[in-house]
Each structure stands twice: as structure tokens, then as C-alpha cells.
């Protein structure tokens, strides 16, 4: 499982977050997205932990903590949504031969 961190400060690094939820287990991986157009952070991120406990313990502490001036929001990851879109139907220059 994952543990999304919203809310996060623009200037925040992979380190630094990863040195935060160290203190209450093991960190398997730390992920910041970015903005496709400007490569800039987006102010999230997700944190996978080695056990559930962990994890856990990282959420109930953390959630609604303030770190570099910001209030966290942090708990569990929820699974990506589908968009749904993708168009279909149409057709392209070849549909109308």
C-alpha cells in the first residue's frame, strides 16, 4: 500500500520527506510527481513504507502535522480513478472511402 501526502511545501525534496517518515519505519520508496509543462513539483507525493504498522503510525502522526509551514494531509492512497474519455467513435480522413 501507499500513503499519499498532500498539501506538501513547492520547495519540499525526496530526502527530506524521506528523513520525515523515517522516524517511523522504513521508507521503501518516496515519488513527487511533476508538472508535465513547467517539470515544477506538484505539491504531493506518496510514500511507501515496509509494513502496514509503519504506515500506519506514519498516518496518525503525521496527518494534519505542520512541516515547512504547511498543514500535511496524509492517508492511505486511494487506487487511481479511471478518466474515462479516450473518444472513440469519429473517424479519421480514412473512414469516409
Known amino acids: 500500500m501507499s500513503i499519499y501526502v498532500g498539501n506538501l511545501a513547492f520547495s519540499a525534496t525526496q530526502d527530506q520527506l524521506t528523513e520525515v517518515f523515517a522516524e517511523y519505519g522504513a521508507v521503501s520508496r518516496v515519488s513527487m510527481p511533476t508538472d508535465r509543462e513547467t517539470g515544477r513539483p506538484r505539491g504531493f507525493a506518496f510514500v511507501e513504507m515496509e509494513s502496514e504498522a509503519d504506515e500506519d503510525a506514519a498516518i496518525e502522526a503525521l496527518d494534519g502535522a505542520e512541516w ?20 472513440g467513435g469519429g473517424g479519421g480522413w480514412n473512414s469516409r472511402r
Do not use: C, I, Q, T
Request: without cysteine.
Open 68 to 87: 515547512m509551514g504547511r498543514d500535511l494531509k496524509v492517508n492511505k492512497a486511494r487506487p487511481r480513478e479511471s478518466r474515462g474519455g479516450g473518444g
